[in-house]
């Protein structure tokens, strides 16, 4: 699952700037970012995002929101918009977004601020955990923040070390970042990590272990410090803290923190007494009354007596416990005028969304702007991020008169004004129904009202408050994960039983899939569906685009994935709370390991009608669960078995229709044509078949066309070629695995390399077993796959070896004409013309092999290796009329230069040794020794026939017995006699020799 981030190239220099004085490290406070370049980052695991981070520099910072609109890659200020042209946006709300998927949660830990040594990366980790126990099952990445680990070069010593503690989290949903990371601060507070902190005015500030004002989309996240002359960072490695989950399946994204009602209750008493501890409310009373004092002196005169000081400083202090802003309190706006609050109320329109410095701390963060006027609202306030954040309202709103507020009434002043006519005790049972459906900001306004109209504490106000919210996020969560749904199975997602669940999805998903659309294929899920094979080109182009064929394709994890989300909706419910969750990646995961699997099983795609063992003909589309072949297409309507008049007239049409235009070597040749078609039809359901190989003594002789036609005719699409990798059987093993995963109907291998000698064990293998299976590269298991695919090569002038020999069936053309090249043929468009005889030539092909095994079947004796084929290839042809096509397998042996080879060289043994024993260095030696000038003396004849079977060096003894070891046993007909080559130790000396004896047998 990949992450997308933001990564922002600042144009000047930002961040906080680290100096050298009087032997201390000082920061200078970060600039503001006024222009830089953004670009969208994705990363897919805790480890990337650390990469990341380790390759920014100091005016590069990472952003965990994206923008709104991704096609924008300029960023700029609020006040230069309007001229930065189109493709800028700012760094607010307004333009940045969490994503739609999984995000980064941050959580910045600052050390205490009393001087007391703060927490190592381990014991914060540990510490969260034990708070929150959703942690546990999730990677933490920890590194210092920006301002840590500054090094004098000089000294070559640390100066300063952590400044602070950054850790991250992959969370499932951005969007849940703020309240994830609000319910994780205040599951630290519940296990006594809470504690108040005093501003300088006196502001009682909430604080834990982490920041709680970080959760904003376009947040700033500074990895390095700019530092002056003499001094640098050395950062150490990221750690990352991996989940203590002892399950693989449990996903490593955090879901959801959440806390209880209770809970919520159990925080605010919390609160309520960490605030209201003598020590804290003496030191806030204090800071309060020294900064209202302070104000008091900047309203009053010089020379304004004490009692009238006081009296002002007191009115200040209290005003400002209640968070009510005086009238003549100066407030520094972003431009850096000064105006009064009473101005501001006095022209709200005008001050509505203008940005300030804290009302209260104007030179808070070196005096950012991290306040807001907001007076298009009831009641009009202030606010401000500073100490994680406040609301401060311009004058007191609980008796003011809405009339004399220049602003509309806003659903939360209509309440406000409807509650205060309730009596106290009806209002105590109402309010919190009513307010719960408001924002954030106006809740607690009403709230601040029902506290004033009826004493009760805001704690116990927010108590009330969380449960009524939450009853009502379960009943809006239930009706949205229903609305989700739309007719999708609902499913709770149970982390202890996620193999049962995926076998309950997996039934879900094949009654919602097309057919074809989700099966299994030997062992795997897969689809049916037309594309490119690997590994081939189109014809006579090997840089051009392959034409598309039928084919099985395996369902990676986004496949799986995407046929799961189309049948169910998982959810999480804690505590009756029901979330919709994205599919757990386990849930994949088993879908894509299991081995028994509820998906139909596919042994095989037919994109034609094809004939049963029993002369019964498949042609319905659709899933055979007899066979599990699956047929594609319309069918084929008229197919039946045909009588022998009607299979032999048929034969006729065929070797008109299919063969014509084409020039065999011998009559043989055209029936081993309609012998490949045959098998092609039939293919699916035998174990085993030959291939078929289509040669020629010059180019432009129609190979590769035949060829096509009979790929057309079996599948309807026009044929890709394969190349052969000469001479690189581990890459044959590797294409040939690729290519049967996919269960292609015809593979052609198309113009081997002149006078070639075409040897392939993998290929020789496939043509001889019902499988074939390999180990996965980089893994320990074994696929295995069916091999009733149609293998067919085009050459000339090729020959074979001797594996070889009797697994192709081999059709030679013979043109006519020195200057094939310039013939042409009566149907020159080969496509067109061969799809619309389709249907009858796969009619009358059908008709003759289901006829003979409707009528015949067994009357004719086999005559091959290939039992099976046989019986639905051979024998129908040979039942209608044409040649015995068993006649190749002898026609190949007396071509074969190999088979000839190994003829000559017993031969030539017998006329040198006779009956007696030889050694391996003697025949090296008779082989450069010839007695007399004749070059076709024995001698010389031996050494060629060594040559052609491959013999490495024939004046090596190794080689020449590697070459007779290989021939031991293997008959040849020598002078009418049957004769091997047979071996035994020497009994001297413990080598090997050999003799020439004849066969008895």
Request: proline share 5%; net charge neutral.
């Amino acid at each position: 699952m990949n992450i997308a981030i933001t990564k922002i190239t600042a144009s000047n220099l930002v961040g906080k700037t680290a100096s050298l004085i009087d032997v201390a490290v000082r920061f200078a406070p970060a600039a503001q970012l006024v222009e830089g370049t953004i670009e969208i980052v994705e990363i897919g695991s805790l480890k990337e995002l650390a990469d990341l981070q380790s390759e920014l520099t100091s005016n590069q910072i990472c952003v965990y929101g994206v923008p709104i609109d991704s096609t924008k890659t300029q960023l700029t200020t609020k006040a230069r918009i309007a001229t930065a042209g189109a493709n800028a946006l700012t760094r607010s709300r307004d333009d940045f977004k969490w994503s739609q998927g999984a995000g980064v949660l941050l959580l910045d830990y600052d050390p205490p601020k009393d001087g007391s040594a703060g927490l190592s990366p381990a014991a914060l980790v540990n510490t969260l955990r034990a708070a929150v126990p959703e942690l546990c099952s999730v990677d933490i990445l920890c590194r210092p923040s920006a301002s840590s680990h500054i090094w004098d070069r000089k000294t070559q010593t640390e100066l300063r070390g952590i400044g602070g503690l950054h850790l991250y989290i992959l969370i499932e949903q951005a969007r849940s970042i703020p309240e994830t990371g609000q319910a994780i601060f205040e599951k630290l507070v519940l296990h006594g990590h809470g504690r108040i902190e005093t501003s300088k005015a006196g502001t009682l500030l909430r604080r834990s272990l982490i920041d709680a004002s970080v959760w904003q989309p376009e947040r700033l996240d500074f990895t390095r410090a700019n530092c002056d002359e003499g001094l640098e960072q050395r950062f150490p490695a990221p750690q990352i803290f991996e989940s203590k989950s002892t399950d693989l399946f449990v996903p490593r994204f955090l879901t959801t923190v959440e806390l209880t009602a209770s809970e919520h209750s159990e925080v605010a008493r919390k609160w309520e007494s960490l605030e209201s501890e003598p020590a804290t409310r003496i030191k806030a009373s204090e800071c309060r009354s020294a900064w209202a004092l302070e104000q008091a002196r900047r309203q009053l005169p010089a020379n304004a007596s004490d009692s009238a000081l006081h009296a002002v400083a007191e009115q200040l202090a209290n005003n400002l416990k209640n968070r009510i802003l005086p009238s003549d309190l100066q407030i520094r706006l972003q431009s850096g005028n000064f105006v009064t609050v009473q101005a501001i109320a006095s022209a709200p329109k005008r001050f509505d969304g203008v940005k300030c410095a804290d009302p209260i701390e104007h030179d808070y963060g070196d005096g950012k702007t991290v306040g807001i006027i907001q007076t298009n609202r009831y009641p009009p306030c202030i606010k401000s991020l500073a100490h994680g954040g406040d609301t401060y309202y311009l004058f007191d709103w609980q008796t003011a008169v809405l009339d004399d507020f220049d602003v509309l009434p806003s659903p939360v002043a209509e309440l406000i004004e409807e509650l205060r006519k309730l009596k106290p005790e009806e209002l105590k049972t109402t309010w919190a129904e009513r307010a719960a459906k408001l924002g954030k900001a106006d809740r607690i306004a009403v709230r601040d009202v029902v506290a004033g109209i009826t004493g009760q504490k805001p704690a116990q106000l927010n108590a009330q408050l969380a449960e009524v919210r939450a009853t009502l996020d379960r009943t809006k969560n239930d009706h949205e994960i229903e609305r989700r749904a739309d007719g999708r199975a609902l499913m709770q997602f149970t982390p202890e039983d996620q193999t049962n669940q995926a076998d309950e999805v997996e039934q879900l998903v094949v009654k919602r899939a097309r057919p074809g659309e989700y099966v299994c294929f030997s062992g795997q899920l897969a689809q049916v569906i037309e594309k490119e094979l690997p590994y081939a080109h189109q014809i006579d182009n090997p840089d051009g685009k392959a034409p598309p064929v039928l084919q099985i394709d395996l369902l990676n994890d986004v496949s799986i994935l995407r046929h799961v989300e189309s049948a169910v909706v998982f959810f999480t419910e804690s505590r009756g709370h029901k979330k919709a969750i994205s599919v757990p990646s386990g849930i994949v995961e088993i879908l894509r390991n299991k081995t028994h699997h509820a998906a139909p099983k596919v042994t095989g795609l037919v994109p034609h009608p094809i004939v049963l063992r029993d002369g019964s003909i498949l042609a319905l589309p659709g899933l055979d669960k007899r066979t599990g072949l699956f047929v594609s297409g319309n069918g084929l309507s008229g197919a039946q078995p045909f009588q022998l008049p009607e299979a032999r007239e048929a034969l006729a049409r065929l070797r008109r229709t299919v063969l014509e235009g084409f020039e065999f070597q011998t009559p043989l040749d055209g029936d081993v044509a309609l012998a490949a078609l045959l098998t092609g039809i039939q293919r699916r359901l035998l174990d085993m078949a030959p291939g078929w190989a289509v040669l020629a003594s010059t180019q432009s002789s129609g190979k590769t066309t035949l060829a096509r036609i009979v790929h057309i005719l079996l599948t309807g699409c026009d044929m890709p070629a394969t190349a052969f990798p000469n001479g690189d059987e581990t890459e044959m093993q590797k294409r040939l695995l690729a290519t049967l995963q996919r269960g292609p109907a015809m593979v052609t291998f198309d113009n081997i390399p002149d006078g070639f000698t075409f040897r392939s064990a993998s290929l020789a293998s496939a043509l001889t077993s019902p499988s074939f299976s390999q180990r996965v590269l980089g893994s320990t298991r074994e696929v295995e796959y069916p091999t009733n695919t149609l293998f067919v090569l085009t050459g000339n002038n090729l020959s074979f070896g001797a594996d070889e020999l009797s697994r192709w069936l081999v059709c030679r053309l013979a043109p006519k004409t020195a200057t094939p090249e310039t013939r042409s043929f009566k149907n020159p468009d080969v496509l067109g013309h061969t799809l619309r005889i389709r249907d009858s030539v796969l009619r009358d092909a059908i008709g003759v092999i289901a006829g003979y095994r409707t009528y015949a079947a067994n009357s004719i004796a086999p005559s091959s290796r290939y039992h099976h084929w046989d019986a639905v290839v051979r024998q129908p042809l040979i039942w209608a009329g044409a040649t015995d096509i068993a006649q190749v397998f002898d026609s190949n042996s007396v071509q074969s230069d190999e088979r000839n080879a190994h003829r000559a060289l017993l031969a030539i043994l017998l006329e040198k040794f006779g009956g007696l024993w030889f050694s391996a260095r003697q025949v090296s030696h008779v082989a450069f020794h010839p007695d007399g000038p004749d070059e076709l003396a024995y001698e010389s004849r031996l050494q060629i026939a060594l040559e052609t079977l491959r013999t490495k060096d024939v004046k090596s003894p190794r080689s020449v017995g590697a070459c007779l070891n290989a021939r031991l046993g293997q008959l040849a007909a020598v002078n009418g006699k049957e004769v091997r080559l047979e071996a035994r130790p020497n009994a001297h000396t413990g080598s090997k020799e050999y003799r020439v004896a004849g066969y008895a047998g």
